[in-house]
Every structure is written in structure tokens, then in C-alpha cells.
């Protein structure tokens, strides 16, 4: 059973592209052939440029195999390039932009969306081999490549027992997340997972490598906090690092037939967190239709003490009947582990997301709207799974922005407990892709209806589940809007990173 979310774009990849050529022109440049641009990379790091048959291209740790849908999957760049340093990374960014090529970067590859992070007609730069972990001698920092994906931080930090601020999913990769906001098993105490980066490696559009921080380049520091691949290329991140021993929580499976038994008790807990009650709990609440093995609703409840049954999460460990149970005590290796399995890479994927008010009439709503849509699709499509979750965001996470730097998300304790609603869907033909974009953006329409009608929508987009055809950028607000747009001014003079690279998200005009 699967407990993240997810999003198809051809289509949209296919008008990015064309906008960064027409973009391209404006500024009176030509677009170089990818053949010619993978020649120029050879020139420079022949031993590290791979083309399509290779089996570096296609290998599943650093290749075109390695990303985790199937629409990225597909896709061939002309060619492949895998720095090992931030200095091949500013060879490589320097002559594509010499050059004028279209490129992508990779780091984990975990965006579902064709395009996101590779590219047709084009140079993808694949960052998986930077991926080192390292701890500074007094354990408040933990250097992270790029590259790396979340199960090589946790392997060496719980070995030390210590942690940080990272993904709950251990094949998810370090650098999309980060950059695209990051929710946490620790949010409650140390708010997104951007809020706990200390530092930032960046190659910039110059190929100049910079360090961005409170007291150096913090305007691009604050930016990078949510602002996704619109800067540079982030080489390394340095994490705040703290003590953490084990961990207690895991599944609870329950027949759908309980889904109205759930709104208020998570009402409850979103309150009770945001109030500060206790930082240490989190619960992602999922409502999975799957053709294979029914309609189910899976809570995962985590406690980030190696304390049982706390009162805070008392509401959902002692909901009846379950189907399964596999609360324990262990580590952030072995929870990220267990959520990565109901992930599994080959599958078509989209996702879409929206933020709303702390309302358990709005929540059981959106239930009530996503399964009239999904029970349908069951019979129509094959091999699919239909994910609805509901993920708090309390004000305890949202105070955490400001109290370390600042983040571009605009998100404060004034907007009041939040969730993020997250819709994924799995599926394996491609002829089902346009039925489900549709019944995707179906879902999108009513559930912003609904909290529109009780007055319970919050305009952020969290990046991170957002569909191609979603403004995550534009949802922060015109202050932060207007701050990404300055900063992409000063440090990428050229726009290479918004005409150069179309994959993701751009700053909208």
C-alpha cells in the first residue's frame, strides 16, 4: 500500500521546452544541437559523458533506469553527463551555457513528472554519484552530496545516533526535496526540511561555486528554501544535526468502511501539535483503492521517542477494527525503509495537492469527492492505485520558517493548522494517462471548491505533490514571488536556469 503522491506531464514538458527555445531567441541566441553539446562536454569530461545503450546511461544507480516513474523513465537525453565534484558540476554548467544547451539536472529522480528532471533533445546532468555523508567532528553538522538519497543519510546518522530533518520516503533524493520545501517526521520541532539547512553549495550559471548561508549570499540562501532548480546547481547541503535515539510507530491498516471515524480524531491531533502539546508526533493519514487489493485506509502514526502509545496519538492507535498492525520501536532507517516498499519504481505516477484549514466537515468533503471519483476507475483502468492522504501542517512547523533564517514558502502561525492533501495514482498503459489527468484535475477542481465554499483554502502549493499544470512558485505569495525574482536576476544575470533548463518549475512572470 502506497502512502506518497504524484503527476503526468508530456504535454507540459513539451510547451516548456518550446518556451525556453522561444525565450532562447528573445535574448538573441540560437539553441545549439544536442549533438554538438555533448561533443563540447567530451571535450572537457570525456570520461564522465554517457550516451544512450551505455551501460553507465542506463545503469539504476546514476541512468536514465534509476528515476522512479516511468514517464521520466522514458525519456532519452542525447546525452548524460556524472560529476563526481562541484567542480565537474561548474565544467559542465559553464560549457552547456557557453554552448547554449538545454540540460536537466537530476538528484534523486523521485518527481514524478516527464521532464522534471530529464530532458528530450537535450543534456541531463546526474548528480547520483555525488553522494557522500559526512559529520563534522562536534556532530551538529552533516554534509550531504546532492546526490544522495535519504536512506544513505539515515544508514550513517542512526549507526551514530543522530538525525536531521529529512524525508520519510529512503529512496527519495536529498536534493529535490530539500528544495521543494520537505515534510518531515520532525516537523513539529524543526519545521520543513529546508528550515534545517545551515548551508548551501551552489554552482551558479557562471560556473563560480558559492556558499550560501545566513552570513554569506543569504538572499539566495532564503530563496533556495522552496525555490527549487531555479538558482544554480545545489552540490551539497550541510544539515543541522542533533542526538536521536529509536523511533516508535508504523501501520495501521482499517477498512474504508471507518473513513468518517477519522476526521475529527485528526482535527484533534493537528490542534493539539500546533498548540505544542507534544512535538515529537506526526501521522500521515491515506485512503488507498487499489484493483488488487481493495479499498483500505492506512494510518502511519511516528513518535520520535522509543516511547509507546503516546496520548497525543492515542485517537489512532486505539481505532478498531484493524486489519494490520506494526506499530514498533526502531529507527529512521527501518520507517523510511518500510514507506519506500509501498513505492515501488516502473509505474506511471501522478500527483496533485492543495492546502486547506483544520475542519473535519472539509476533510470528510474531499473524502466524500475522491471517492466518488476513484470507486469508478477501479473497473476501467488496469493495475491502478488511487491514493487520498491528509497530512498535517501544524502552526508548531509553520513558526519554524522564521526562527531559522527564513524560507520563500510564505507559510506562518497565521494561516492556523493546516493539511496538505495530497491525491497520487499508480498505473502501468499509457493509454490510461489522459483519463486520469483528467480525473486528477477533476479532484483539484472540487476539492478547491470545497474549501473555497468554508472559506478553508490556503493558497500554498506544496511543490513537492504539485501537478505540472500547479503554480507552486506563484502560491508563496508577491513578497516572496517578487524576492525569487530578484534573486534569479543577481545571481544568473543570463536566466540560464529559467531559458536553459525547462524541467520543473519555473518563476513565474
Known amino acids: ?58 545503469s539504476e544507480t546514476n541512468g536514465s533506469a534509476s528515476y522512479w516513474s ?14 563526481t565534484c562541484a567542480e565537474d558540476v561548474s565544467t559542465a554548467v559553464k560549457e552547456l551555457t557557453r554552448g547554449n544547451c538545454l540540460f536537466a539536472v537530476r538528484g534523486g529522480g523521485h518527481t514524478p513528472f516527464a521532464g522534471a528532471a530529464n530532458i528530450e533533445n537535450g543534456v541531463t546532468i546526474d548528480l547520483g554519484s555525488m553522494n557522500q555523508v559526512t559529520v563534522n567532528g562536534n ?138 502539546v507534544d512535538p515529537y508526533a506526526t501521522v500521515i493519514n491515506a485512503y488507498v483503492y487499489s484493483n488488487s487489493t481493495g479499498s483500505l485506509i492506512t494510518n502511519f502514526p511516528v513518535y520520535t521517542k522509543p516511547e509507546p502509545y503516546p496520548a497525543i496519538l492515542q485517537n489512532f492507535t486505539n481505532m478498531q477494527p484493524q486489519l494490520e498492525n506494526g506499530l514498533e520501536t526502531t529507527n529512521l532507517t527501518t520507517f523510511t525503509n518500510e514507506l519506500n516498499g509501498d513505492e515501488p519504481n516502473g509505474f506511471r505516477q501522478l500527483w496533485a495537492t492543495l492546502t486547506i484549514g483544520n475542519d473535519a466537515e472539509l476533510l470528510s468533503n474531499i473524502f466524500n469527492a475522491s471517492d466518488s471519483l476513484a470507486n469508478p476507475l477501479l473497473s476501467l483502468v488496469a493495475n491502478l492505485q488511487w491514493t487520498l492522504a491528509f497530512q498535517a501542517v501544524p502552526m508548531s512547523a509553520s513558526s519554524q520558517g522564521a526562527a531559522n533564517g527564513g524560507n520563500v514558502l510564505g507559510l506562518s502561525p497565521s494561516d ?15 493509454a490510461d494517462d489522459a483519463r486520469l ?69 519555473k518563476i513565474p512572470n
Request: aromatic share 10%; hydrophobic share 40%; glycine share 10%.
Open 416 to 430: 492556523g493548522n493546516l493539511f496538505i492533501v495530497n491525491l497520487g495514482i499508480q498505473w502501468t498503459d499509457e
Open 437 to 505: 489527468n483528467v480525473a486528477a484535475e477533476e479532484f483539484l477542481s472540487q476539492a478547491t471548491q470545497l474549501a473555497n465554499t468554508k472559506g478553508l483554502l490556503n493558497d500554498f502549493v506544496y511543490l513537492n505533490y504539485a501537478l505540472p499544470t500547479q503554480n507552486p512558485l506563484g502560491s508563496y505569495g508577491s513578497e516572496n514571488l517578487q524576492k525569487l525574482r530578484e534573486v534569479s536576476r543577481k545571481y544568473d544575470p543570463g536566466q540560464v536556469f529559467q531559458r536553459l533548463v525547462p524541467g520543473g518549475f
Open 1 to 58: 500500500m502506497r502512502l506518497s503522491f504524484l503527476s503526468d506531464a508530456t504535454a507540459l514538458l513539451v510547451c516548456t521546452t518550446f518556451f525556453s527555445r522561444a525565450c532562447a531567441q528573445s535574448y538573441g541566441q540560437s539553441l545549439n544541437s544536442s549533438a554538438f553539446c555533448c561533443k563540447l562536454l567530451s571535450s572537457q569530461l570525456a570520461s564522465q559523458v554517457s550516451y544512450p545503450g551505455s551501460s553507465v546511461y542506463i
Open 139 to 276: 556532530q551538529t553538522i552533516t554534509s550531504v552530496g546532492a546526490g544522495a538519497r535519504w536512506v544513505d543519510v539515515y544508514t550513517k546518522l542512526d549507526a551514530m545516533n543522530l538525525a536531521v530533518s529529512g524525508g520519510r520516503v529512503s529512496d527519495v533524493g536529498v536534493g529535490g526535496l530539500t528544495l521543494g520545501g520537505g515534510l518531515s517526521f520532525f516537523a513539529p520541532q524543526h519545521g520543513f526540511v529546508c528550515d534545517g539547512v545551515e548551508n548551501h553549495q551552489v554552482v551558479l550559471a557562471s560556473g563560480q561555486i558559492v556558499n550560501a548561508n545566513v552570513y554569506e549570499n543569504a538572499d539566495l540562501h532564503q530563496a533556495l528554501k522552496g525555490g527549487s532548480n531555479d538558482f544554480g546547481v545545489v552540490t551539497r547541503f550541510d544539515l543541522k544535526t542533533f542526538p536521536q535515539g529509536g523511533f516508535w510507530g508504523g501501520i495501521i491498516v482499517l477498512p474504508i468502511t471507518s473513513a468518517q471515524e477519522q476526521f475529527q480524531p485528526l482535527v484533534d491531533f493537528n490542534s493539539a501539535s500546533g498548540a505544542g
Open 70 to 83: 516511468q514517464q521520466e523513465a522514458s525519456i532519452m537525453s542525447n546525452c548524460r553527463v556524472t560529476p
